[in-house]
């Protein structure tokens, strides 16, 4: 007898189909239970024939406890099947893990039989003992009586068993046979007949006639006499054969066969329901062997018995790694397709073998081209066979989460979404760890119990949502879940108390760049570690496992609501048709997936089709407003343009897409527009716009371009890691001339401009300018800073002149003032802290804001980094309102202070602001006849916009006053007791609008000619005209000061 | 081979086995056993620590201690046995002749 053959084709294939079978059993289970008592037959007939394979061929192979278990198994699911017992959750929990014991045993069969399976088939029994019907209940502990051919009842055997084995087409012998006279005397093993038995059928129940053996004294061991109730399939010839012993010792108790008769009776005797026969299990492996119909191998007894059978507990128990499968499942379809591929590229061979032969060289292209076709089909057929279904790993997540929750005693739903999204193999086995770990993250840390949902107002059951889907040649995938959220502030106090990072580079950064810092090595901030997750070396694991697949992760969360995880994976190989663009004479590759339509746009028509809104431009598409960017910008190429007459490249002066490219005088415009040049398509001398609308998700967006190229089909190629966390690219790619071109992400795009769906929707209706307007208010550019790692501010860019970063050791102290040297001059620098009360600025990491004021420039210290942002501010003048501080705002979550810089220096410098002769530029000589100041009526109905002018007059050295809206104005206006000498207005107010107001102005005699300004976000044609036409003198865009100081001074 | 020993306790003897349980052994065995008897040992615990091989032989002389210890009333109690041959004898169903007990 030889151990378990490993090789054995037949052992392999059997081991292949069972993993096969076990793969699915998991989902059909969980499927199973939540069907609960409404029974899917089709479905429990699947795993149960599942089982009963599995058990079935464990039997010829001699795993005799994976036989075993699949038995016990099979039982229940037949009771399940039969609608005996309902798959209630400890049911089907049962069922799980006796599965995942199957599973543990059929990946290591070498040393399944060593495997301590008790307490399943404890389980699985006591499962079916409890859930039989009533009648078969009795069965259970009824007795059949197994008698000799003298009628002497010899033994008894449980009767559901019985049945049970009776069922399955068994025949079952009685055998009388003497362990010394039959067994040894023949020099065979006690322990390989034991074992020869097992292989081949079930040791029922034996009875030893101890009597019979005599004792110490007298004639021992001459007889032992053995009756063995044995079931098998083995027929009855081969059986005597296997005992070696007579015929006549042999009794058929149960016949299967529709002849055969059955020599029992059934009594019903309340008894002791017997203990499940286990039948002993072999020690050693033993050779397979196929039962059917081939007389039993096992009937030889080979001459040399190991003496000591391989030792079973003093090797520690051995569990290899499961086999990772060397085998791969391609759909049949794509194999034809393979297959007839190669039949084409033999033909395209021949074909162009014989045009070589002929020398005919047009015959060779088309062969050519005929190979390089089916080349690219084939390749991409072969990459299709290694994609696989991204669901063949994310099926097991819901039995994780199912089994972790309740261990934790949580509640909670998993949605899957996009099992069918294919990847390639070896990333999806790279994937599977870091996604279940995530997942596990999910369950444990995230999603919280369910008391304290409940307190939160949550659904007591969290939800975790999983889903996969492709973008821009990546795929995506996110596991969100509505826990509650990451505080992204204690995971950074975490990192700083461990030394991963410094409290500065925390200062500076995000809330989401602290909430990333969970994924460095060594961070675990759960209070205990649970087994459930593992120690903090998980998350930098995860990235580092994705890393090495070219991936990239992202993590978003809001506390209280939940976060989001978010994997990006290059689809390394994957081919995606795209549109090349160029920049500069660079060439992008933006995904055809994306592209929704190619715009060009002639210079006549530039002007209907573009227009502004605020600062950035809008194109009208068909009705539809879509933000325009220019690629250049974005990507920060410089933007150039060849001259089609001369051929010279220049810088392309166009700050806007409204701006005409070679000179920025809109009157050239018609010299251009005339010129036509060859066949050189651009002969609108290169003024035509060429846009590329793309979207991705919702939002959709214009990119302008210099010039269309073709669409191809490009192979996708992950980043280098250097420019990996780039969000502008995707991937690049090689040109068919080997050059490089980069994939444009174009999701990532949008997130960089911070373009939201909300924006890019807006539909256009040309009367209804106000909507646009509103957008146009109040959108202020600011610049950000900070005075003290806690304290952030802001002052409008408008004002700043430069930004100089400096050391502290520039700034000297003179007569008590702060001065830095600066462009050859002595620049007086100031701080918040001189106005208000705040926190001192440290002393490195410094920078000076130089701006005009007073006639001079001054220089505001603050604190790196500076930044700028733009945005619609919802500014809070109230709180926070200190000399220097004239309100507050709300930037990414922090409250910024908006500093009036003209206030500290009022502070600092008291004498200054009395020199009304002095201006930032220029001064006013003009003084009234009457000596006094001129004044000036503001009216706007934005506080901070209507400070800010204000001041800016008041620094001219010219009285002001300054009313909300058009009535206040007004009434401003009748009712004060000075001349006004000017008019600056808004234009968007409410109660009386800036035209009413100017309409009402002017219908006064009193007030007929008094000059007015217009202030206002826009300035488009329609406004002008319709300004002059109600007679406003002039109209200047919110809010540069310059030009509005100018204008004042030309009509003051 | 190293001999099994006997230790004799009044009426308890303890036999820590040695050798396998197979027919070379036997007849020694045998002696041990008889000889406890007649000195009136009631009870006898064999321990199995680490034997491997068992023999029909062997079973008999298990099982005939028994039946002459139950002649006085006495017991066998067989020790850590190897979990092969504790199947072997629960198929057998030695378990309830005498007490068995695995490792």
Not at chain 1, 471 to 480: D, F, L, P
Not at chain 1, 856 to 885: C, K, N, W, Y
Request: glycine share 8%.
């Amino acid at each position: 007898m030889s151990a378990m053959d490993m090789n054995d084709e037949t052992l392999l294939t059997y081991l292949e189909e069972s993993r096969e079978h076990l793969a699915n059993i998991e989902t059909n289970l969980l499927n199973i239970e939540e069907s609960g008592a409404d029974i899917d037959e089709e479905l429990v007939n699947t795993v149960f024939r599942a089982a009963h394979s599995i058990k079935g061929g464990a039997g010829f192979f001699d795993l005799s406890k994976i036989r075993d278990l699949g038995h016990k198994v099979e039982n229940v699911l037949d009771m399940v099947r039969s609608r005996e017992m309902v798959p209630t959750p400890e049911i089907v929990n049962i069922l799980l893990i006796s599965f995942d014991k199957l599973k543990e045993m059929v990946n290591n069969p070498a040393f399944s039989n060593d495997e301590d399976i008790e307490e399943f088939v404890r389980a699985l029994a006591g499962l079916t003992a409890e859930t039989l019907p009533p009648e078969k209940k009795e069965s259970v502990s009824g007795i059949v009586d197994i008698k000799l051919p003298d009628g002497r009842v010899i033994m008894q055997m449980n009767e559901f068993e019985y049945n049970q084995t009776v069922a399955n087409n068994n025949y079952i012998y009685l055998v009388q046979y003497d362990l010394i006279k039959d067994i040894h005397d023949s020099d065979s093993s006690m322990l390989d007949f034991h074992r020869n038995l097992v292989g081949i059928g079930t040791i029922e129940n034996t009875v030893t006639d101890f009597a019979a053996v005599g004792t110490l004294d007298g004639e021992i061991l001459k007889s032992i006499p053995v009756y063995m109730l044995f079931s098998t399939i083995v027929n009855p010839g081969k059986i005597i054969s296997l005992f070696e012993v007579d015929d006549s010792r042999i009794t058929i108790i149960h016949d299967p066969s529709p002849s055969g008769e059955d020599l029992t009776d059934s009594v019903e005797v309340p008894a002791v329901s017997l203990p499940v026969q286990e039948p002993p299990s072999p020690a050693t492996p033993v050779v397979a062997a196929p039962i059917v119909e081939s007389p039993p191998v096992v009937a030889e007894v080979p001459a040399a018995v190991p003496q000591k059978p391989a030792p079973v507990k003093a090797a520690p128990k051995k569990t290899a790694p499961p086999e990772a499968s060397s085998t791969l499942r391609v759909k049949v379809k794509l194999l034809e397709q393979l297959m007839t591929l190669a039949g084409e590229l033999v033909l395209g061979r021949n074909e162009l073998e014989e045009s070589i032969n002929q020398e005919d060289l047009k015959a060779i292209a088309s062969g050519g081209q005929r190979i390089s076709q089916v080349t690219s089909e084939l390749q991409e057929a072969i990459m299709q066979t290694r994609m696989q279904d991204i669901g063949s790993i994310l099926s097991k997540f819901p039995r994780v989460v199912r089994d972790l929750s309740r261990q934790l005693n949580k509640q909670m739903n998993l949605n899957i979404v996009g099992k069918e999204v294919e990847l390639d193999k070896t990333l999806l086995e790279g994937l599977s760890d870091p996604l279940t770990h995530m997942i596990r993250n999910s369950v444990d840390h995230g999603v919280e119990l369910p008391e304290a949902r409940k307190l939160a107002g949550k659904n007591p059951v969290g939800t975790i949502d999983l889903r996969a889907y492709h973008e821009a040649g990546q795929v995506v995938i996110e596991i969100e879940d509505d826990g509650n959220g990451i505080d992204g502030n204690i995971i950074a106090a975490k990192a700083v108390s461990k030394g991963l990072v410094s409290q500065n580079e925390v200062d500076s950064m995000s809330a989401k760049a602290k909430v990333e810092l969970i994924l460095l090595p060594g961070l675990s901030t759960a209070e205990k570690v649970t087994d459930v997750s593992g120690r903090g070396v998980g998350m930098d694991v995860v990235r580092s496992n994705l890393d090495k697949l070219g991936g990239t992760m992202e993590i978003d969360s809001v506390m209280g609501k939940g976060s989001v995880f978010r994997i990006k994976l290059p689809l390394t190989l994957a081919i995606i048709p795209s549109l090349l663009v160029s920049v500069n004479k660079e060439s992008f590759a933006v995904p055809q997936l994306n592209v929704e339509e190619l715009i060009r746009i002639q210079p006549k028509d530039i002007k209907d089709s573009i227009e502004r809104l605020g600062t950035s431009e809008v194109l009208n598409l068909r009705g539809k407003l879509i933000p325009l960017v220019f690629l250049s910008d974005v990507l920060g190429i410089k933007s150039t343009y060849t001259d089609p007459e001369t051929g010279v490249e220049s810088d392309d002066k166009r700050k806007q897409a409204i701006d005409r490219r070679a000179d920025n005088n809109s009157e050239n415009d018609t010299i251009y527009d005339e010129v036509r040049i060859g066949n050189d398509r651009r002969y609108h001398a290169g003024s035509v716009l060429n846009i590329v609308i793309v979207s991705s998700g919702n939002i959709s967006y214009g990119i302008l371009v210099d010039n269309l190229h073709e669409s191809m089909e490009i192979v996708v190629k992950p980043l280098g890691r250097h420019i990996k966390s780039c969000k502008e690219y995707a991937g690049a790619t090689i040109m068919g001339d080997g050059s490089v071109a980069l994939i444009l992400d174009i999701a990532g795009i949008a997130s960089i401009l911070k373009m939201s769906a909300v924006t890019s929707t807006i539909q256009s209706q040309s009367e209804d300018e106000t909507e646009v307007s509103k957008l146009g208010q109040d959108r202020q550019s600011f610049l950000l800073f900070r005075n003290s790692p806690e304290e952030y501010c802001a002052m409008p860019l408008e004002l700043v002149g430069r930004v100089e970063h400096i050391e502290s050791s520039s700034i000297q102290i003179v007569g008590g003032k702060r001065i830095m040297q600066y462009m050859g001059k002595g620049l007086p620098i100031i701080r918040l802290e001189d106005s208000a009360e705040c926190k001192a600025i440290p002393e490195d990491n410094l920078a000076v804001i130089v701006f005009n004021g007073f006639g001079r420039e001054i220089g505001l210290l603050a604190m790196r980094p500076v930044d700028f942002i733009e945005d619609e501010m919802l500014v809070d003048h109230t709180s926070l309102r200190q000399p220097g501080i004239m309100g507050s705002v709300i930037i990414d979550g922090n409250t910024t202070m908006i500093l009036d810089v003209y206030e500290i220096v009022e502070k600092l410098y008291p004498d200054w602001t009395r020199d009304t002769t002095l201006t930032a530029s220029g001064s006013i000589n003009k003084t009234e006849s009457n000596g006094d100041k001129p004044l000036v009526l503001v009216a706007e109905d934005s506080t901070f916009f209507r400070k800010q002018v204000v001041k800016y007059i008041e620094g001219m050295g010219v009285d002001v006053i300054a009313g909300e809206d058009g009535e206040a104005a007004w009434k401003l206006l009748v009712e004060s007791k000075k001349k006004v000498d000017l008019l600056v207005t808004d234009i968007e107010m409410p109660n009386l609008d800036g035209y009413g107001l100017v309409a009402r102005v002017r219908a006064d005699s009193k007030y007929a000619d008094l000059p007015v300004i217009a202030v206002t976000s826009l300035a488009g044609d329609e406004n002008v005209a319709k300004g002059k036409a109600i007679g406003i003198n002039d109209y200047q865009v919110k809010l540069d000061k310059e030009m509005l100081l100018e204008s004042i001074r030309k009509y003051i | 081979m190293s001999e099994s020993s006997i230790v004799i306790n009044g009426n308890r003897a303890d036999l820590i086995m040695k050798q396998d349980l197979v027919a070379s052994a036997v007849n020694d065995l045998r002696t041990m056993m008889q000889d406890a008897i007649t000195g009136g040992v009631k009870n006898i615990f064999i321990d199995m620590t680490g034997i491997k091989v068992v023999d029909s032989m062997g079973i008999g002389l298990l099982i005939s201690t028994q039946n002459s210890l139950s002649k006085e009333d006495g017991q066998l109690e067989i020790l850590n046995i190897s979990a092969d041959i504790m199947d072997l004898f629960k198929s057998m169903r030695l378990d309830q002749h005498f007490s068995i007990k695995g490792e």
